[in-house]
């Protein structure tokens, strides 16, 4: 009698708790019982896929400045000429052997009024005296550079196109200079450009900018050719991407201090790890003999190693239990000390809306990391010292220059 009340009791708890374990698995949305696993599995290795480049289209066009075009006279002869603010026509007002200088006939012009009629009455007079002369002397005090627009056929298609943006070159470079190196929030950076310089921009448009400005970029930095040493450290940190966490992969030039590897991942295992020591080696001219990865203690890099031998440290816990720990802790160190860097520019953001909005907050960081941040391990100078870059002084303009640079390498490899 016994037995069978203690057999039919033991089937019910069982019984019960499934029915438990089902209804947390639908309240929750995930198991919560099952058991980790702690070997690591031996996943099929993926080849690096490479995204297709941008196409950059480069439009013949003119040159302008306060409504002022500066072109060949036989150029013009093709073409119906209009303003940039208004698109009402343009007029000749002085023709030259080798130029004609036309304004725009809308005298309501706002853009018109606010750089032509809005000068001071010795500029009036030198600007009626000799138009040409002015015009030059204008194109000397604005730091301009006209952004190229993406093709119709690039397989990159972001929701504004940087050639048609509103505003001027100077005030992205001023968004990104707010939003990337000093890691405001959008909502912030779009109050700052209101209460500080005047400019109505709203958080949404700022987003947008960056992911127009990411996909220029990240081409250009995954390709340029870094001078690299031999010592060389990864590791993982934590993201929020649409309300759940995501795997920020970091691969680092412990010498150089080059962000070599930073791709963002939904999962932390043995594929993303692959992925992230791939982008590393597509960058070295030649792979060394004795290649070292420095990380963590996650079984997922141990997995990572196939065709290309390279050799795998683990730095494991937070105190030195083993020689290996000890040797290779300064570099577990280093690049602890960049996701700090990271997350001060991240904690802002409150987390991402998207993982397209993700990958391009974090394709900004590595291209301000690597190119405009001054390192105190490196004298104050940038990890990658680019002279056309070094020579201009202001953070605005030094980015506008890099999407510049991005856009002309781009030109260069689709040609």
Excluded at 31 to 44: C, G, I, L, R, Y
Excluded at 144 to 167: A, G, M, N, W
Excluded at 199 to 224: F, G, M
Aim: proline share 6%; hydrophobic share 35%; glycine share 4%.
């Amino acid at each position: 009698m016994f037995p069978q009340i203690i057999t039919y009791l033991l089937t019910l708890i069982n019984y019960q708790e499934q029915v438990i374990r089902t209804l947390l698995t639908l309240l929750i949305g995930k198991s919560m019982f099952e058991k980790p696993k702690e070997t690591p599995v031996n996943k099929p290795y993926r080849k690096l896929q490479v995204d297709d480049l941008p196409i950059i289209e480069k439009p013949e066009q003119c040159k302008v400045c306060t409504c002022l075009f500066n072109a060949k006279s036989r150029y013009h002869k093709e073409l119906i000429l209009k303003c940039p603010h208004c698109s009402k026509s343009l007029e000749k007002i002085k023709e030259r052997k080798d130029f004609n200088v036309f304004k725009c006939k809308n005298n309501d012009c706002s853009y018109y009024k606010n750089k032509v009629n809005g000068m001071s009455q010795k500029e009036k007079k030198q600007f009626k005296k000799d138009p040409q002369a002015f015009k030059m002397r204008y194109i000397y005090r604005e730091f301009h550079i006209d952004f190229q627009p993406l093709s119709k056929d690039s397989p990159e298609k972001p929701k504004v196109d940087l050639s048609r943006i509103y505003v001027s070159s100077h005030t992205l470079g001023l968004i990104l200079t707010y939003h990337v190196n000093y890691g405001l929030s959008a909502r912030k950076t779009a109050a700052l450009m209101k209460d500080v310089h005047g400019i109505a921009i709203s958080h949404q448009t700022i987003l947008n900018y960056e992911k127009s400005v990411a996909v220029t970029l990240k081409p250009y930095v995954d390709s340029y050719p870094y001078e690299l040493s031999d010592q060389f450290c990864g590791d993982e940190t934590y993201i929020r991407v649409n309300g759940r966490w995501h795997y920020l992969f970091f691969f680092f030039d412990a010498v150089k201090k080059i962000i070599l590897s930073y791709p963002v991942s939904p999962n932390r295992d043995t594929v993303s790890a692959i992925r992230a020591i791939d982008e590393v080696l597509v960058k070295m001219k030649e792979i060394p003999e004795d290649l070292t990865f420095i990380v963590d203690g996650n079984p997922i890099y141990l997995l990572a190693q196939h065709d290309i031998s390279f050799d795998v440290k683990q730095v494991i816990g937070l105190t030195n239990e083993d020689p290996v720990s000890t040797e290779y802790r300064p570099l577990k160190q280093i690049i602890e000390r960049l996701n700090r860097t990271f997350k001060g520019n991240y904690r802002s953001t409150h987390g991402f809306g998207s993982e397209q909005g993700s990958v391009a907050f974090v394709i900004l960081f590595v291209a301000y990391f690597n190119f405009l941040r001054p390192h105190s391990a490196l004298d104050g100078k940038v990890p990658v010292v680019n002279p056309e870059l070094e020579k201009i002084a202001n953070m605005p303009a030094r980015w506008t220059k890099l999407i510049d640079l991005a856009q002309q390498w781009i030109v260069e490899q689709t040609a």
